[in-house]
């Protein structure tokens, strides 16, 4: 088996440092470039702005989500930058989506060969509520999908 690829998403939580040490050591075993992504979800940010969103409810200023989106640029770009630093041979990723589907599109366009992805584990209310973008990502991507699942200090 070969790894050469390794995508690995991060929304910056600790459940993605926790991937990002595993990748980091599948990284130095195989000797792979690993591919940091992160995603805007747009759709979280800016649910009244078409086209990222529905149809803006009464008072919605398109100009102020336009200049959040913006700040969130920024700070993700500052993000990602320290997180790829801890690796080796590392390229940055930052795309805007709904996270699932877009992690799921770039590890094919890249070509990965596995995803290593954070999981916060949530379960009932929760996960019918937020949805869970690791299971997305495990039922519909074509490569191996390792989740690492933090765990709070007891």
């Known amino acids: 088996?070969?790894?050469?690829?390794?995508?690995?998403?991060?929304?910056?939580?600790?459940?993605?440092?926790?991937?990002?040490?595993?990748?980091?050591?599948?990284?130095?075993?195989?000797?792979?470039?690993?591919?940091?992504?992160?995603?805007?979800?747009?759709?979280?940010?800016?649910?009244a702005v078409p086209p990222l969103g529905p149809v803006p409810a009464a008072g919605a200023d398109p100009q102020a989500v336009t200049e959040i989106l913006q700040q969130v640029r920024r700070q993700a770009e500052g993000e990602i930058a320290r997180v790829s630093a801890a690796f080796r041979h590392a390229r940055t990723l930052l795309v805007d989506g709904t996270p699932g589907p877009k992690i799921v599109e770039v590890a094919a366009h890249e070509r990965a060969d596995v995803i290593v992805m954070g999981t916060h584990g949530r379960s009932g209310l929760a996960r019918v509520l937020f949805g869970s973008v690791a299971e997305h990502?495990?039922?519909?991507s074509d490569v191996p999908v390792l989740t690492v699942r933090h765990r709070a200090a007891r």
């Open 1 to 47: 088996m070969k790894i050469s690829r390794i995508l690995v998403p991060t929304d910056f939580s600790e459940a993605s440092s926790a991937a990002l040490e595993w990748a980091r050591t599948l990284q130095e075993a195989f000797g792979a470039e690993a591919l940091v992504l992160h995603v805007i979800d747009t759709v979280a940010v800016a649910p």
């Open 137 to 140: 990502v495990v039922r519909h």
